[in-house]
């Protein structure tokens, strides 16, 4: 069975510019999280979607971080005008919607912001 | 709010000591316990999980034990191995269906020979 896949692994990006990363979750998960993981603050919860819904979005990114899930098997994260502060790994993970239910993460997404 | 403490950001220890993570949490509802593990350049992955008070939980030679009546969720190993390097994150999560995961700081293990 497939994993979460997350494209591309890596990216660098010119301070300013938008940049979008694109995850697909496991096939018939409900649940999709993306998160930022840096050495200094861990992960960081940026949104969290159910069956398409936002359900939690993390208040300190709501101005330039946009998480989309337009159908049940694709999500997508904007980030604009990205700043240096945003280098970090992106990663999107997945679950069912079961209270004891693993959460599958993807192998990430590196950002660099120059 | 929920929130985890894991009180180590780092632990070194020699290979075959034991291993112990602390991990401590708050929260006014019925909770999940879990215990992620991270290898270099690699996903998290689900090492341990728990809900249920005083009962042991092992996996992968690692083992935790939830206890309520401190809210403490410590991992344990009896002997480390050099493999067992990884960051490990302790994490909480209600017993409610829309509950999402809330993540401890983590702690880096390092294994050293």
């Known amino acids: 069975d497939a994993g979460v896949t997350q494209t591309p692994r890596h990216e660098v990006a010119e301070k300013g510019q938008t940049i979008i990363l694109k995850c697909e979750p496991v096939?018939?998960?409900?649940?999709l999280f993306w998160y930022r993981q840096t050495k200094i603050q861990g992960l960081e919860l940026l949104s969290y979607f159910r069956s398409k819904s936002l359900m939690e979005d993390g208040g300190a990114f709501k101005d330039r971080f946009k998480a989309e899930m337009l159908n049940s098997s694709f999500s997508t994260l904007k980030i604009q005008p990205t700043e240096p502060k945003d280098s970090a790994v992106y990663l999107c993970?997945?679950?069912?919607?079961?209270?004891?239910?693993?959460?599958?993460f993807g192998p990430g997404t590196r950002l660099t912001v120059l | 709010g929920d929130s985890v403490t894991q009180t180590e950001g780092l632990v070194t220890l020699t290979e075959g000591l034991p291993v112990m993570l602390n991990c401590t949490y708050q929260t006014a509802y019925s909770t999940f316990l879990f215990w992620y593990v991270q290898h270099l350049n690699e996903a998290p992955k689900l090492l341990l999980k728990?809900?249920?008070?005083?009962k042991r939980t092992e996996h992968q030679g690692f083992h935790a034990t939830l206890h309520k009546s401190s809210s403490s969720f410590h991992l344990q190993k009896s002997s480390a191995q050099l493999s067992d390097s990884a960051l490990y994150y302790c994490a909480l999560r209600r017993g409610s269906a829309l509950g999402r995961l809330h993540f401890g700081a983590g702690t880096q293990l390092i294994v050293i020979p």
């Open positions: 993970a997945s679950r069912t919607g079961g209270n004891y239910a693993e959460q599958f």
């Open positions: 096939s018939g998960h409900n649940d």
């Open positions: 728990s809900s249920t008070d005083n």
